[in-house]
């Protein structure tokens, strides 16, 4: 092949790349201006079935109606746009309970089995709104869908149809969540933390590796009952120091005999992490009988367990607050500029660094 040929045929492949890529441009250009006037036609529809349940004219009989006439994809996306920001939790049940057996909106949930991700996204969603107790093994399967954003939309669900069975499969999931989906999962769970508590105490009693551990010591934190913080107590004592330092963290809301001991031994622990960490439980806990490893952590090496220990010894009434006043005069020049530093902050301050 001749030089000029190589050039023309470079020429031309970069030609069709432009084309393509303008191509490209004007159909999502046409297809966003196709959305924006599907939406404002949709707006237009449903704004006077809206002020008439809002205004409860009707029990959301005209608007259940008037969602039939657009496009299912559109209808999904105003219904939760509507469900999210404009009508109360009553309201939200009985349009759900009107729509939810309307052709678009089985259309819609059927996509939980597509394998392009964003279709069983909209399903996931979808379900938020309009889940029902049936629905169970459906979400149930989004949740453990391979897709992050899909598992974190179906976690919405929880709220409307949270079997025991399906709390138990979230539960036991957990450890394979990514960290975002995982706390969020945590907190939905907080809404049925009586099955929950039962699930979480009986897999912190059975053997598992510290990373699954670790994930329902989170769940136990998060729902923060009484018998899930007695399940947390015995890994304060564990081989696995992140396992440790997380149990230490949950700690702080155990307010039990057996819960302030654990962390008053964890102040004298090997790791920084794991004393910096039961240095925030034995302020939360009250724990005075701990101020005397205080003084002592206030001449840590580490800057985060000093920190750690003089906010704690503010918040433990005048007998902290009298022995922080003598760290700054300690002749341990961290110890001291730290005292100083956290006896200048106002009450305020140190409540929010407290609860960081």
Known sequence: MTRFAALLVVVSLQLVFVVLTLALLFATRH?????????????ELLSGPLERLMLAQDGGESLARALELLRPDVAARELLAIGGTRL????????????????????????AGSRRWWKRLEAARL??????????????RLLLDSHPAVTSAATAALASCASPALVTVVVTGLPSRSPAVRLQQCIALRRHSASATTVVVRRLAMPAPPASLRAWVQLAEVLGTPAALAAVVPFASHADVDLRTSAARALRF??????????????RDEDWRVRAAAARAVGALNVREAIPTLIDAMHDEAWWVRFRAGLALAD???????????????????????????SGLSDGSRLELTSA
């Not at 297809?31 to 707006?43: I, M, N, P, V």
């Not at 379900?127 to 149930?140: F, K, N, Q, T, W």
């Not at 902290?320 to 001291?336: E, I, T």
């Open 31 to 43: 297809r966003r201006q196709r959305g924006r006037e599907h939406g404002d036609s949709a707006k």
């Open 88 to 111: 109360s939790a009553d309201q939200r049940r009985a349009l759900a309970t009107l729509v939810r057996a309307a052709p678009w909106v089985k259309q819609i949930i059927a996509q």
């Open 127 to 140: 379900l938020a709104v309009v889940c029902e107790e049936s629905d169970g093994p459906l979400v149930a």
């Open 254 to 267: 155990c307010f039990s005999v057996e819960g302030a001991e654990a962390v008053t031994r964890l102040l």
């Open 316 to 342: 433990l009434f005048q007998e902290g607050r009298f022995a922080l006043a003598n760290v700054r005069a300690s002749p341990d020049p961290f110890a001291a500029d730290m005292a100083t530093l956290v």
